[in-house]
Every structure is written in C-alpha cells, then in structure tokens.
C-alpha cells in the first residue's frame, strides 16, 4: 500500500532529555565495539530499574530475566557491563526518551542479518524510523544519522545506498519501556551517591572508585575539541592543575593528593600539532576531595622538559578490556592490581590524551586466571596410576543398537499380580493395555504386559519400555524414569574428539600441597549424524580446545578416571543449544561440571572449590560412571 506524502530527508531523534517535570522513558545501553549505543530489551530495563530503585549502588544480574545473557552483569557503581566469563567489560548509560516515542508505545524496528535473524536498530535510529512512519512518510533517508541507507516504507526494506543491496525490515510490538516520573537533572549524577567520611581500603572500592576516575579522564577528554594538560610548579599554593572532570559521572576524583611536581620541569600533552589552549582547573590538594581513592603517584622529572605529541583521533572509547596506565614515575599502585604500561585498547594507534604518561590508575573488574603460567613440554608428566596421556574417540568406537526386546527383558522382570496405579511412561493404568497399543508392534511383547525393574522395583508396560528405548541412544541400557536408576552402560551422543591429560607443576587455588592435572578436550566442527538433534546439518564446536584443572592428589586421580571412562562412553559433550549464547546445534557440556579456571573463581567455574570433587563424582555417578566401575 503506498504511503502518501514526500519523503523525509533529515530526521528528528528523541535523544536529550526532556523539560525536569515530564515523564520520560527509561532506555538502558551499552556500547559496542563500533563506539555505538546499543539498547537492552524492555524487559532488561525493567528489570535494571527495579534493582536500581532498591540499590542505587548495587549489581543487576541479567541473566534472571534473560537467559542468553546469563553470563552479564550490570555495576551500576561503575556504569559498566562485565562479563563474567571473559572479563569484558563494555560501558552502559541509562537514557530518556518521549513517552510518545517508539520505546514508550513498545514499538521496535528491526532488519534482517545474513543469518536470517531480526537485529533492532539502534534506539535513536529506531525512534527517528517510527517518527517517520507515523507522519506516513513513504521513505527516510539515515545519511543525516551517519548511515548510508535508505527505508522504503512501501516495500518494508533498507537499501544501502553504496552497494544497492537490499534487506528486509519489520516493525513489532513488544513491552514498552519503563516510564519515570520526577525532576532529574540534564547531566546524570551516575554513579549515585557520594562517599563520605574515611575513605575505604577495601580491594572491591579500590577497583571501583579506579574506574570511576579513569571513566571521569575519558568521558572529559572526549568531550572537548582540543585536548591539553600542563602539569608545571604549584610552588607552595598547594593546588594542582588538571583536566576538569566529568559532570556525568560524580564521584572520586582523577587526581591523588600526595604531592604536586615542583621545580622548572613540565610534561606537556599536545593534539594533533594543535595550539589550543587547555580547558584547566585547580583543585585544592585536600583529601576531602579524594574520597575512597588508590593513592597514586604524581608526575615527576629529574631532567627538564618532557613532551609528547599525539595525531590523529583516539580510540580508547572502544569498549574492549580496559587496562592499567601509570605514570612515567611507574609509582606503587593497588596490591592485586597488574601493573601494564600505557597504550591503546588495539594495541595500535595513538594513546588517548587523558592516559598518555599521567599519573592515572585505569584499572577494571577482576579478570579470571583462565590458565598457568607457560608451561615447557618437558614439565608435562604423566598422571601417576593412569596409563597414557590421551584418549580418542572415533567412529569406530560408537556402539551399535541392540533388540529393544532383548534389553528390556534383561533388565526386567515379569509381575503377576498387577497393582491397579499407573505406568509413569504412557499414564495409563497398569492393568489396562499399553498407551502405545496400536502404534508400536513387537511379536515378543504385548500391550498388558507389564514388568518391574531389578534394581529399584518400578513397574512399567513392557511396550513402553520398549518405545522409552527407541527414542534414546540404542546403546544397550535402560535408565528407570522414575528414580533414574542406570541399567547397563549408558553412552551418549558427544562428538569424535580427543581428550589429553597430564601434571603441571603448578598447585591450584586451596591446594597448595598439590601439583596440578590439566585435561585438555578438543572436538572439531562436524556433521551431526542420526543420533544427533538434526541429522545432515553441520554443528559448530565453540571454544575448544577447552582446558580443565583437577588437583593432582587421590582424589583428584580417582575423579580424572571416572572421567576417562564418561569420555570413552561419550558422555562428557552433547550437542545442543548453548544456555549461554543461545547457539543451537553446536557442542555443549553434558551435565558434568568441570572447572575451566585456573587460578581463581571469579566465575564459580574456578578454585579454591572444596566442594567440587565430591559433587562431580555425584554427577559422574547419575551417569552411571560410579566408583563401583573402578579397578583396583
């Protein structure tokens, strides 16, 4: 249907905040590797509003409202998304909109990816799109936003202008933002609340209150046209000059007040072999203005002046893994925090002005000790009592289905007297026929008869142990539904692959007496095949090879066998859908944890863990990979 009216060539975005007494609506963001705001669900803010109205200085855990981001968490004391998994962290910003706008009528505009997927627009662009629509314009052109694509309402698509390609667009209804009432002020006061009285030493604030001062030297810088900073003689004034600091994030100061550089010697920053003057302020050196700050050490020479000229734009807004910068002076910083000398987040480039040979402490959320130290070929020994360093499985070794008939009579046996209560597989009566009567046809078995597992006594119809069978893995055991007690040698579906095992002579975390067994598992990408979720497609194998520690005493051996034995029946991966990414078809975990992190436990994957080993033998044993399968 065509859409009356001319097309609209500059847009009008909702970003900005709105006169102090009007509602607005809550958008939270978090900023990509493009340097571009990209918003959270409706779903996610309401949730981070709610958390943020109990604690305004508090952790917002994602992964409660939406699984697929189970590894990410929100400090809103920083303003920064970490994950939890790779130590990422990306900032965040909480921004408002009209209650008329898209995010308030739940309106979202989405393209198609080259997945066949619906990706949404990013806030701004989506809000200009339906201001667009709903004046009827029959096209938008983005160049104004910075992007060379044109909408066409009419045939719902973006066309890129350069290239001409073409891609599908949509716009749905979903949950509308949540909305706000109350005076805010234009320049957000993130973090929230002010420290006050003596500052805290604790290694959680110190890493906070760092980035908060780092946050304050970026988000400063970024907003000027020039950059420049003139550390030169306070002389006896007791001031020290320095860049002014963000008004959108209150909080700890960039600067220590431990000592001003004094004397003829200087160290000036200059952009772009620009001239401009420095925006400057002097800040009185009194600790009242350092609340809860890591005591840094302040620029200092022995050799006259210091210079260092820097072109071309930064790019240290690009929200990769934020570093440590220190000083020229390389003084003290925080006990726990490693100490890496200044450069740009790409490892290329130039460095940003507010980071360049300044006394600044950038630091960032712990980051898991993922592996050891380097570790020589000739330090891999054996594991003590387990012959061989590596196990493969081929498909060769997969095992072939046996009789259904004959696996459920071996494992059962036959009850004469019925009880009248149901059969838990096809919910009918015991006493009556099979639910599965008609459907299923085995010479050997009929629909009443009715059967009672050795081990644990449960009572089934024959026949539905018999279909129960034939939609597993055909292995030769049988697992009671009820109690999930193991009948045979369960096996799985995991993928060929490799698995090494071997001492390192480093000692985990709460194991101090213990050298350490590394496992190594690696699975290739592959075709899955008719045991599998879907015959004939390929499936992905993410993160591999994948490294796993255990201590390396007898109760770490004792569990390094049981899980050379779930290997060898293919029980430690499947293939699935990823709870963390929400990838289908690729290989996962298999319910048996394993521990990824070798130097720490940020993630609950890592040591010190007293309790795993005894948990994971009680995983391998509902696997049927009990102590009981062990040789003396």
Same mark, same amino acid.
């Given at each position: 249907?065509?859409?009356?009216?001319?097309?609209?060539?500059?847009?009008?975005?909702?970003?900005?905040?709105?006169?102090?007494?009007?509602?607005?609506?809550?958008?939270?963001?978090?900023?990509?590797?493009?340097?571009?705001?990209?918003?959270?669900?409706?779903?996610?803010?309401?949730?981070?509003?709610?958390?943020?109205?109990?604690?305004?200085?508090?952790?917002?855990?994602?992964?409660?409202?939406?699984?697929?981001?189970?590894?990410?968490?929100?400090?809103?004391?920083?303003?920064?998304?970490?994950?939890?998994?790779?130590?990422?962290?990306?900032?965040?910003?909480?921004?408002?909109?009209?209650?008329?706008?898209?995010?308030?009528?739940?309106?979202?505009?989405?393209?198609?990816?080259?997945?066949?997927?619906?990706?949404?627009?990013?806030?701004?662009?989506?809000?200009?799109?339906?201001?667009?629509?709903?004046?009827?314009? &029959?096209?938008?052109?983005?160049?104004?936003?910075?992007?060379?694509?044109?909408?066409?309402?009419?045939?719902?698509?973006?066309?890129?202008?350069?290239?001409?390609?073409?891609?599908?667009?949509?716009?749905?209804?979903?949950?509308?933002?949540?909305?706000?009432?109350?005076?805010?002020?234009?320049?957000?006061?993130?973090?929230?609340?002010?420290?006050?009285?003596?500052?805290?030493?604790?290694?959680?604030?110190?890493?906070?209150?760092?980035?908060?001062?780092?946050?304050?030297?970026?988000?400063?810088?970024?907003?000027?046209?020039?950059?420049?900073?003139?550390?030169?003689?306070?002389?006896?004034?007791?001031?020290?000059?320095?860049?002014?600091?963000?008004?959108?994030?209150?909080?700890?100061?960039?600067?220590?007040?431990?000592?001003?550089?004094?004397?003829?010697?200087?160290?000036?920053?200059?952009?772009?072999?620009?001239?401009?003057?420095?925006?400057?302020?002097?800040?009185?050196?009194?600790?009242?203005?350092?609340?809860?700050?890591?005591?840094?050490?302040?620029?200092?020479?022995?050799?006259?002046?210091?210079?260092?000229?820097?072109?071309?734009?930064?790019?240290?807004?690009?929200?990769?893994?934020?570093?440590?910068?220190?000083?020229?002076?390389?003084?003290?910083?925080?006990?726990?925090?490693?100490?890496?000398?200044?450069?740009?987040?790409?490892?290329?480039?130039?460095?940003?002005?507010?980071?360049?040979?300044? &006394?600044?402490?950038?630091?960032?959320?712990?980051?898991?000790?993922?592996?050891?130290?380097?570790?020589?070929?000739?330090?891999?020994?054996?594991?003590?009592?387990?012959?061989?360093?590596?196990?493969?499985?081929?498909?060769?070794?997969?095992?072939?289905?046996?009789?259904? $008939?004959?696996?459920?009579?071996?494992?059962?046996?036959?009850?004469?007297?019925?009880?009248?209560?149901?059969?838990?597989?096809?919910? $009918?009566?015991?006493?009556?026929?099979?639910?599965?009567?008609?459907?299923?046809?085995?010479?050997?078995?009929?629909?009443?008869?009715?059967?009672?597992?050795?081990?644990?006594?449960?009572?089934?119809?024959?026949?539905?142990?018999?279909?129960?069978?034939?939609?597993?893995?055909?292995?030769?055991?049988?697992?009671?539904?009820?109690?999930?007690?193991?009948?045979? $040698?369960?096996?799985?579906?995991?993928?060929?692959?490799?698995?090494?095992?071997?001492?390192?002579?480093?000692?985990?975390?709460?194991?101090?007496?213990?050298?350490?067994?590394?496992?190594?598992?690696?699975?290739?990408?592959?075709?899955?095949?008719?045991?599998?979720?879907?015959?004939?497609?390929?499936?992905?194998?993410?993160?591999?090879?994948?490294?796993?520690?255990?201590?390396?005493?007898?109760?770490?051996?004792?569990?390094?066998?049981?899980?050379?034995?779930?290997?060898?029946?293919?029980?430690?991966?499947?293939?699935?859908?990823?709870?963390?990414?929400?990838?289908?078809?690729?290989?996962?975990?298999? $319910?048996?944890?394993?521990?990824?992190?070798?130097?720490?436990?940020?993630?609950?994957?890592?040591?010190?863990?007293?309790?795993?080993?005894?948990?994971?033998?009680?995983?391998?044993?509902?696997?049927?990979?009990?102590?009981?399968?062990?040789?003396?």
């Amino acid at each position: 249907m065509a859409r009356p009216g001319s097309g609209l060539l500059v847009p009008v975005n909702g970003l900005g905040y709105p006169p102090q007494n009007l509602a607005r609506v809550v958008v939270w963001e978090w900023m990509n590797e493009h340097g571009r705001w990209r918003p959270y669900s409706a779903v996610v803010c309401h949730h981070v509003e709610n958390v943020l109205k109990g604690d305004a200085r508090g952790t917002v855990v994602l992964g409660q409202v939406d699984a697929q981001l189970t590894a990410y968490i929100i400090d809103l004391q920083s303003m920064h998304q970490f994950r939890q998994d790779t130590g990422t962290m990306r900032p965040v910003q909480r921004n408002f909109y009209e209650p008329s706008s898209a995010p308030g009528k739940g309106v979202v505009w989405e393209w198609e990816n080259d997945s066949g997927s619906w990706t949404p627009y990013d806030m701004e662009i989506c809000v200009t799109i339906q201001n667009a629509y709903e004046k009827q314009h &029959p096209w938008l052109d983005l160049t104004s936003l910075g992007f060379c694509y044109l909408i066409d309402f009419n045939s719902m698509c973006q066309t890129n202008r350069q290239s001409q390609r073409k891609r599908r667009l949509r716009r749905r209804m979903d949950l509308a933002y949540p909305l706000i009432m109350g005076s805010i002020p234009k320049s957000q006061s993130w973090p929230v609340g002010a420290n006050s009285g003596q500052p805290c030493s604790c290694q959680q604030c110190i890493l906070v209150n760092s980035t908060r001062a780092a946050s304050n030297a970026i988000l400063a810088s970024q907003r000027r046209k020039h950059y420049g900073v003139t550390t030169g003689n306070t002389g006896a004034t007791g001031t020290l000059t320095a860049v002014r600091q963000s008004n959108t994030f209150a909080g700890t100061s960039l600067w220590s007040p431990t000592s001003a550089s004094s004397g003829p010697n200087n160290n000036n920053i200059s952009m772009g072999g620009g001239h401009a003057k420095a925006e400057q302020v002097l800040l009185p050196l009194s600790s009242a203005n350092f609340p809860c700050s890591p005591v840094m050490p302040t620029l200092s020479s022995a050799h006259g002046h210091h210079a260092l000229t820097i072109n071309g734009q930064n790019n240290l807004n690009r929200p990769g893994t934020q570093r440590i910068s220190i000083s020229t002076a390389r003084g003290a910083v925080p006990p726990g925090v490693p100490a890496l000398p200044v450069k740009n987040l790409t490892g290329t480039g130039p460095v940003h002005p507010a980071l360049a040979g300044l &006394p600044v402490c950038l630091t960032r959320a712990p980051k898991p000790i993922l592996h050891p130290p380097p570790i020589n070929k000739s330090d891999m020994k054996p594991v003590p009592g387990i012959n061989g360093m590596r196990r493969k499985t081929k498909k060769k070794h997969l095992r072939k289905g046996k009789n259904p $008939e004959d696996v459920v009579r071996r494992y059962t046996e036959k009850i004469k007297v019925v009880p009248d209560e149901d059969c838990t597989i096809c919910m $009918e009566r015991l006493v009556m026929a099979s639910g599965y009567e008609g459907i299923l046809h085995h010479k050997g078995i009929k629909p009443e008869l009715v059967g009672k597992l050795g081990k644990c006594g449960h009572m089934y119809h024959l026949l539905c142990l018999v279909a129960m069978y034939n939609n597993g893995n055909k292995d030769g055991s049988l697992q009671c539904p009820t109690c999930k007690t193991i009948y045979g $040698e369960k096996t799985g579906t995991q993928p060929p692959g490799k698995m090494e095992y071997h001492v390192i002579p480093h000692c985990l975390p709460g194991y101090p007496d213990s050298k350490s067994i590394r496992i190594v598992y690696d699975i290739p990408a592959g075709i899955q095949t008719n045991e599998h979720p879907s015959p004939g497609k390929k499936f992905s194998a993410r993160g591999f090879p994948r490294h796993c520690y255990l201590p390396d005493n007898d109760k770490g051996r004792k569990v390094l066998k049981l899980l050379i034995m779930a290997w060898d029946r293919r029980l430690i991966f499947t293939i699935g859908t990823s709870s963390t990414t929400g990838e289908s078809d690729t290989v996962v975990w298999n $319910e048996i944890h394993h521990k990824t992190e070798f130097g720490s436990n940020l993630t609950g994957h890592g040591y010190p863990d007293h309790k795993y080993l005894d948990n994971v033998l009680t995983e391998l044993s509902a696997q049927g990979v009990g102590e009981g399968n062990l040789k003396d």
